[in-house]
């Protein structure tokens, strides 16, 4: 992904405002029994003869989030593009904590700062990028993608 910009932890944390939904590893986030006047769905788009499901929805300020969700309905990757990031804790579900300390230990790692940095663990991908105003990323669980999906496919 080009143009990786690092979402700092502080900031992460602060965007944990928003009640936490399951998320990635579990529910979709927007579901439409909890869908607010803040979201709306665009679309949900089956792909052809593949065991998964494409859900968008555009927020109040035009981030656009898509989650991916499995045959059973779990989500296993999300995206997002736009002029805020979404709620990470909200999207990233039970896996916010690791994308926490993930972060922080990118971050020691270099001395602090800005700068490109995507979080790989054995059971969590977050890549994060763009700039002000424009802002995209996106996360999966490595062990949880259907066979013949490929992370090529989260746009």
Do not use: C
């Not at 494409?54 to 997002?80: P, Q, R």
């Not at 230990?105 to 940095?117: E, F």
């Amino acid at each position: 992904m080009k143009g990786i910009l690092t979402v700092s932890a502080a900031t992460a944390i602060g965007l944990a405002t928003a009640p936490a939904w399951a998320g990635l590893g579990g529910a979709p986030a927007f579901p439409d029994a909890q869908r607010t006047p803040a979201t709306r769905l665009m679309a949900a788009a089956n792909v052809a003869a593949a065991p998964w499901t494409v859900t968008t929805t555009t927020l109040e300020n035009d981030t656009v989030i898509h989650e991916y969700l499995d045959a059973s309905g779990t989500v296993f990757a999300v995206s997002w593009r736009g002029p805020r990031v979404g709620s990470l804790d909200t999207l990233l579900g039970s896996y916010f904590p690791a994308w926490k300390k993930g972060l922080a230990a990118a971050q020691a790692a270099r001395g602090g700062g800005y700068g490109p940095v995507a979080v790989r663990q054995a059971d969590l991908v977050v890549e994060t990028g763009g700039h002000m105003g424009a802002l995209t990323g996106r996360a999966w669980l490595p062990k949880a993608l259907p066979q013949g999906f490929g992370v090529d496919q989260i746009q």
